[in-house]
Protein backbone atom coordinates (compact mmCIF):
# COMPACT_ATOMS: atom_id res chain seq x y z
CA UNK A 1 0.00 0.00 0.00
CA UNK A 2 1.31 3.77 -0.68
CA UNK A 3 -1.13 5.20 1.63
CA UNK A 4 -2.51 3.81 5.09
CA UNK A 5 -6.15 4.86 3.85
CA UNK A 6 -5.56 2.35 0.69
CA UNK A 7 -6.79 -0.55 3.49
CA UNK A 8 -10.10 0.95 2.47
CA UNK A 9 -9.55 2.99 -1.11
CA UNK A 10 -8.81 0.12 -3.49
CA UNK A 11 -8.37 0.43 -7.18
CA UNK A 12 -11.95 0.06 -7.84
CA UNK A 13 -12.81 2.62 -4.83
CA UNK A 14 -11.08 5.33 -6.42
CA UNK A 15 -12.44 4.69 -10.07
CA UNK A 16 -15.36 5.79 -8.29
CA UNK A 17 -13.90 8.27 -6.48
CA UNK A 18 -12.88 9.73 -9.89
CA UNK A 19 -15.86 9.06 -11.46
CA UNK A 20 -18.16 11.04 -8.88
CA UNK A 21 -16.01 13.79 -8.53
CA UNK A 22 -14.39 13.13 -4.83
CA UNK A 23 -10.81 11.75 -5.66
CA UNK A 24 -9.44 15.13 -5.76
CA UNK A 25 -10.19 15.46 -2.80
CA UNK A 26 -9.42 12.42 -1.15
CA UNK A 27 -5.86 12.91 -2.86
CA UNK A 28 -5.26 15.77 -1.26
CA UNK A 29 -5.41 13.94 2.12
CA UNK A 30 -3.68 11.09 0.86
CA UNK A 31 -0.55 14.18 0.04
CA UNK A 32 -0.99 15.49 2.96
CA UNK A 33 -0.12 12.25 5.68
CA UNK A 34 -3.20 9.88 4.97
CA UNK A 35 -5.12 8.33 7.91
CA UNK A 36 -3.15 8.01 11.01
CA UNK A 37 -1.52 4.41 12.03
CA UNK A 38 -1.24 5.12 15.67
CA UNK A 39 -3.20 5.72 18.64
CA UNK A 40 -2.96 9.33 19.38
CA UNK A 41 -3.89 10.92 23.00
CA UNK A 42 -7.30 12.13 20.98
CA UNK A 43 -8.02 8.46 20.10
CA UNK A 44 -6.83 7.07 23.19
CA UNK A 45 -9.63 9.46 25.15
CA UNK A 46 -12.63 8.68 22.67
CA UNK A 47 -11.69 5.12 23.28
CA UNK A 48 -11.55 5.61 27.26
CA UNK A 49 -15.08 7.36 26.78
CA UNK A 50 -16.97 4.16 25.13
CA UNK A 51 -19.78 2.21 26.51
CA UNK A 52 -21.02 0.84 23.13
CA UNK A 53 -18.50 -0.34 19.83
CA UNK A 54 -19.39 -2.74 16.93
CA UNK A 55 -16.74 -5.22 15.88
CA UNK A 56 -16.49 -6.57 12.75
CA UNK A 57 -15.03 -9.68 11.09
CA UNK A 58 -15.33 -11.21 7.40
CA UNK A 59 -14.68 -15.16 7.39
CA UNK A 60 -12.63 -17.03 4.78
CA UNK A 61 -15.02 -16.78 2.06
CA UNK A 62 -15.49 -13.11 2.63
CA UNK A 63 -19.05 -13.17 4.33
CA UNK A 64 -18.69 -10.35 6.98
CA UNK A 65 -20.27 -10.28 10.57
CA UNK A 66 -21.06 -8.05 13.05
CA UNK A 67 -20.98 -7.42 16.92
CA UNK A 68 -22.53 -5.34 19.39
CA UNK A 69 -19.46 -4.79 22.28
CA UNK A 70 -20.35 -2.84 25.49
CA UNK A 71 -19.14 -2.35 29.04
CA UNK A 72 -18.03 0.25 31.09
CA UNK A 73 -16.43 3.55 30.07
CA UNK A 74 -12.69 1.70 30.16
CA UNK A 75 -13.91 -1.85 28.60
CA UNK A 76 -11.63 -1.36 26.08
CA UNK A 77 -7.90 -0.40 26.49
CA UNK A 78 -5.02 0.85 24.90
CA UNK A 79 -2.37 -1.66 25.50
CA UNK A 80 0.43 -0.21 23.05
CA UNK A 81 0.68 3.11 20.21
CA UNK A 82 -1.18 0.56 17.77
CA UNK A 83 -2.66 -2.40 20.07
CA UNK A 84 -5.98 -2.11 22.08
CA UNK A 85 -7.35 -5.18 24.27
CA UNK A 86 -10.94 -6.18 25.37
CA UNK A 87 -12.26 -9.05 26.93
CA UNK A 88 -14.47 -11.32 25.25
CA UNK A 89 -17.49 -12.78 27.53
CA UNK A 90 -19.11 -15.62 27.38
CA UNK A 91 -22.42 -15.44 25.56
CA UNK A 92 -24.37 -17.50 23.07
CA UNK A 93 -21.29 -19.56 22.34
CA UNK A 94 -22.10 -19.05 18.61
CA UNK A 95 -18.07 -18.68 18.03
CA UNK A 96 -18.86 -16.89 14.80
CA UNK A 97 -16.17 -13.77 15.12
CA UNK A 98 -13.39 -16.10 16.40
CA UNK A 99 -14.34 -18.65 14.16
CA UNK A 100 -13.67 -15.63 11.31
CA UNK A 101 -10.80 -14.56 13.19
CA UNK A 102 -9.06 -18.14 13.03
CA UNK A 103 -9.29 -17.89 9.17
CA UNK A 104 -9.48 -14.47 8.50
CA UNK A 105 -7.27 -11.54 11.25
CA UNK A 106 -8.72 -8.65 9.13
CA UNK A 107 -11.14 -6.83 11.42
CA UNK A 108 -12.55 -3.43 11.67
CA UNK A 109 -14.29 -1.50 14.52
CA UNK A 110 -16.50 1.42 14.86
CA UNK A 111 -17.15 3.72 17.55
CA UNK A 112 -19.97 6.50 17.68
CA UNK A 113 -20.40 8.98 20.26
CA UNK A 114 -23.74 9.99 19.81
CA UNK A 115 -24.13 12.76 22.34
CA UNK A 116 -21.43 15.02 20.55
CA UNK A 117 -21.80 13.49 17.56
CA UNK A 118 -19.17 11.93 15.77
CA UNK A 119 -17.74 8.45 15.03
CA UNK A 120 -14.51 6.76 14.15
CA UNK A 121 -13.27 3.88 11.91
CA UNK A 122 -10.46 1.48 13.07
CA UNK A 123 -9.36 -0.97 10.25
CA UNK A 124 -6.81 -3.66 11.97
CA UNK A 125 -6.00 -7.03 12.74
CA UNK A 126 -7.55 -9.09 15.69
CA UNK A 127 -6.63 -12.49 17.14
CA UNK A 128 -8.71 -14.06 20.22
CA UNK A 129 -6.33 -14.93 23.57
CA UNK A 130 -7.28 -17.89 25.52
CA UNK A 131 -5.95 -18.61 28.85
CA UNK A 132 -3.74 -15.67 29.13
CA UNK A 133 -4.85 -14.94 33.03
CA UNK A 134 -2.54 -12.02 33.80
CA UNK A 135 -3.71 -10.11 30.21
CA UNK A 136 -7.29 -10.81 31.41
CA UNK A 137 -6.82 -9.03 34.84
CA UNK A 138 -5.23 -6.02 33.03
CA UNK A 139 -8.25 -5.81 31.01
CA UNK A 140 -10.55 -5.97 34.28
CA UNK A 141 -8.46 -3.76 36.10
CA UNK A 142 -11.48 -0.87 37.28
CA UNK A 143 -14.32 -3.51 35.81
CA UNK A 144 -16.93 -4.33 38.13
CA UNK A 145 -16.74 -8.38 37.73
CA UNK A 146 -19.28 -9.84 40.04
CA UNK A 147 -21.89 -9.93 37.09
CA UNK A 148 -20.10 -10.90 34.33
CA UNK A 149 -18.25 -13.90 33.06
CA UNK A 150 -15.57 -13.58 31.41
CA UNK A 151 -13.81 -15.59 28.60
CA UNK A 152 -11.15 -15.04 26.21
CA UNK A 153 -9.33 -11.76 24.97
CA UNK A 154 -8.98 -10.24 22.06
CA UNK A 155 -6.19 -8.00 20.60
CA UNK A 156 -6.83 -5.42 17.83
CA UNK A 157 -3.59 -4.30 15.85
CA UNK A 158 -4.74 -0.91 14.34
CA UNK A 159 -3.18 -0.58 10.48
CA UNK A 160 -5.56 2.25 10.09
CA UNK A 161 -8.21 5.13 11.89
CA UNK A 162 -10.25 8.13 10.58
CA UNK A 163 -12.38 9.85 12.03
CA UNK A 164 -15.68 10.67 10.11
CA UNK A 165 -18.13 13.30 9.55
CA UNK A 166 -20.97 13.76 11.83
CA UNK A 167 -23.45 13.86 9.54
CA UNK A 168 -26.88 11.94 9.90
CA UNK A 169 -25.87 11.34 13.16
CA UNK A 170 -28.72 11.09 15.78
CA UNK A 171 -27.87 12.62 19.08
CA UNK A 172 -28.75 11.09 21.93
CA UNK A 173 -27.72 10.49 25.51
CA UNK A 174 -26.62 8.04 28.02
CA UNK A 175 -29.36 7.12 30.57
CA UNK A 176 -26.87 7.98 33.35
CA UNK A 177 -26.15 11.37 32.42
CA UNK A 178 -29.87 12.06 32.06
CA UNK A 179 -30.51 10.44 35.51
CA UNK A 180 -27.74 12.73 36.64
CA UNK A 181 -28.93 16.05 35.15
CA UNK A 182 -32.96 15.23 36.09
CA UNK A 183 -31.49 14.68 39.88
CA UNK A 184 -29.64 17.83 40.13
CA UNK A 185 -32.50 19.89 38.66
CA UNK A 186 -35.08 18.09 40.92
CA UNK A 187 -32.50 18.97 43.79
CA UNK A 188 -32.91 22.77 42.69
CA UNK A 189 -36.27 22.73 42.49
CA UNK A 190 -36.66 21.33 45.84
CA UNK A 191 -34.01 24.05 46.89
CA UNK A 192 -36.22 27.17 45.26
CA UNK A 193 -40.11 25.45 46.43
CA UNK A 194 -38.43 25.37 50.10
CA UNK A 195 -37.25 28.71 49.97
CA UNK A 196 -40.08 30.06 48.39
CA UNK A 197 -42.34 28.41 51.14
CA UNK A 198 -40.19 30.22 53.45
CA UNK A 199 -40.78 33.63 51.33
CA UNK A 200 -44.49 32.70 51.93
CA UNK A 201 -44.29 32.20 55.18
CA UNK A 202 -42.45 35.55 56.09
CA UNK A 203 -45.04 37.30 54.16
CA UNK A 204 -47.59 35.75 56.16
CA UNK A 205 -46.12 36.61 59.41
CA UNK A 206 -45.85 39.89 58.20
CA UNK A 207 -49.24 40.89 57.07
CA UNK A 208 -50.90 39.32 60.26
CA UNK A 209 -48.57 41.50 62.34
CA UNK A 210 -50.10 44.58 60.56
CA UNK A 211 -53.76 43.95 61.22
Known amino acids: MDY???????????????????RFLYSRMEENGSWA??????????????????????????????????GQPGFIKVLDNKTLGFVDYKGNQQFISQGNLADNAKAFLFLIDYQNQSRIKIWGEAKV??????????????????????????TFRILAWDRNCPQHIPQRFEGDDVRAALHE????????????EALQDKNSLAGYRGT
Open 4 to 22: SSDIAFTDRVKSIQSRKGS
Open 129 to 154: IEEDADLMDKLLKGTETNLIRPEQVI
Open 185 to 196: KEERIQELETQL
Open 37 to 70: TEITPMLANYIAQQRSVFFATANEEGQPYIQHRG
